[in-house]
């Protein structure tokens, strides 16, 4: 059975740092895309990062273009999301997902789902 375990979240003061890691256990990912999203109490599931299967081709929500870093490791199936300068309305569950299709930003298009992890910022 082929599992996504994201873990790195937690609580941090406004301005630091946290990151996460999404492993995936089970089979190969390196041919699919892998995508970062995040949910606020009370608010949509939104976009943060995808990544390529190569790792060289990277976007990112304006939201957090500057300040998050996605990047992915296929010799370990494993997805990581740098986030700096954290601010309070970073607060959500954080989600990676993976998507055996075409480039996409929308989470709808995404196949298959981690469980999500908390990241808390305090102000």
């Known amino acids: 059975q082929v599992q996504r375990v994201e873990s790195g979240g937690g609580l941090v003061q406004a301005g630091g740092s946290l990151r996460l890691s999404c492993a995936v256990s089970?089979?190969?990912?390196?041919?699919?895309?892998m995508g970062w999203f995040r949910q606020a109490a009370r608010k949509e599931r939104e976009f943060v990062a995808v990544?390529?299967?190569?790792?060289?081709?990277?976007t990112y929500a304006d939201s957090v273009k500057g300040r998050f870093t996605i990047s992915r490791d296929n010799v370990k199936n494993t997805v990581y999301l740098q986030m700096d300068s954290l601010k309070p309305e970073d607060t959500a569950v954080y989600y990676c997902a993976e998507r055996a299709g075409a480039w996409s930003t929308q989470a709808d298009e995404y196949d298959a789902w981690g469980q999500g992890t908390q990241v808390t910022v305090s102000s």
């Open positions: 990544i390529g299967w190569s790792g060289r081709r990277t």
């Open positions: 089970g089979r190969t990912f390196s041919s699919n895309v």
